[in-house]
Nanobody, 118 residues
Framework: EVQLVESGGGLVQPGGSLRLSCAAS????????MNWVRQAPGKGLEWVSV????????YYAESMKGRFTISRDNAKNTIYLQMNSLRPEDTAVYYC???????????WGQGTQVTVSS
C-alpha cells in the first residue's frame, strides 16, 4: 500500500518556524521527485518546492525563496520542509506529492494544516 504521511503542522505566530515531514512507503521512493504543494483556504493548489531524486536539485516558488528549505533523506524515505519567517499568507494545508520521472505515476499525502496567526 502506497502511503505519504505528512506531519509537523500546527499553529505558529508570524515570524516563527515549523518543520514539516513526509514519510513515504509502498513505492520506490528513490525514483520519485518529491514536491510540497499547498492550498490556502478558498484557493487552488499552489506549488511550493521540489527536490529531485537524490537531493541535488531543489527549486522553490518565488515567495518561498530564502524562507523555506526542502530536503530529503532517501535512507528514511522521508522529505522535509523547513519553514522560517512564516507569514499569515503561508496559512494552508500542505501536501506531499511524489512523481516518478518519465511516467504518469504520482502520489499524494493527506495534508497537514499550517496556521500562521497571532
Amino acid at each position: 500500500e502506497v502511503q505519504l504521511v505528512e506531519s509537523g503542522g500546527g499553529l505558529v505566530q508570524p515570524g516563527g518556524s515549523l518543520r514539516l515531514s513526509c514519510a513515504a512507503s509502498g513505492f520506490a521512493f528513490d525514483d520519485y521527485a518529491m514536491n510540497w504543494v499547498r492550498q490556502a483556504p478558498g484557493k487552488g493548489l499552489e506549488w511550493v518546492s521540489v527536490v529531485r531524486r537524490f537531493g541535488g536539485s531543489r527549486y522553490y516558488a518565488e515567495s518561498m525563496k530564502g524562507r523555506f528549505t526542502i530536503s530529503r533523506d532517501n535512507a528514511k524515505n522521508t522529505i522535509y520542509l523547513q519553514m522560517n519567517s512564516l507569514r499569515p499568507e503561508d496559512t494552508a494545508v500542505y501536501y506531499c506529492h511524489g512523481r516518478e520521472l518519465g511516467t504518469w505515476n504520482e502520489y499524494w499525502g493527506q495534508g497537514t494544516q499550517v496556521t500562521v496567526s497571532s
